[in-house]
């Protein structure tokens, strides 16, 4: 059987509970506490910086990716756009002149 602890300082809980209160994240009903609009906005944006950050956690922390790596595609992307980006203005600049 799991046992919950208790807590034995409720100051820090009221302090934090409080702020989300003023800052209208949350609002009281009676001895019930309820997400506003704002405070399900932020819920969804938390939710989904935690989805995003499980998917890249494996990625940055693993073996498959590294600084370097990744210095090194973004090299070899560039390069790459760049090579196509000249010849595309090679091949206008020898059109232009044909005409």
């Given amino acids: 059987m799991e046992h919950v602890r208790h807590l034995t300082s409720t100051g820090n809980f ?3 509970l ?3 209160l003023e800052n209208s994240v ?4 009676g001895i019930v506490y309820k997400l ?3 405070g399900l906005e932020i819920a969804r944006v938390l939710k989904d ?3 995003n950050w ?3 956690e494996s990625t940055l922390r693993g ?3 590294s600084t370097f790596s990744c210095a090194e595609q973004f ?3 560039t390069n790459k756009n760049a090579k196509g980006y000249l010849n595309s203005m090679e091949w206008t600049s020898s059109r232009t002149r044909e005409e």
Avoid: A, G, P, S
């Fill in 36 to 38: 506003t609009k704002k």
């Fill in 18 to 20: 409080n702020f989300l």
């Fill in 49 to 51: 910086v935690d989805q």
């Fill in 26 to 29: 949350i609002t009281k009903d």
């Fill in 75 to 77: 090299e070899e992307e």
């Fill in 63 to 65: 073996e498959r990716m």
């Fill in 14 to 16: 009221n302090y934090h």
């Fill in 54 to 56: 499980n998917k890249l």
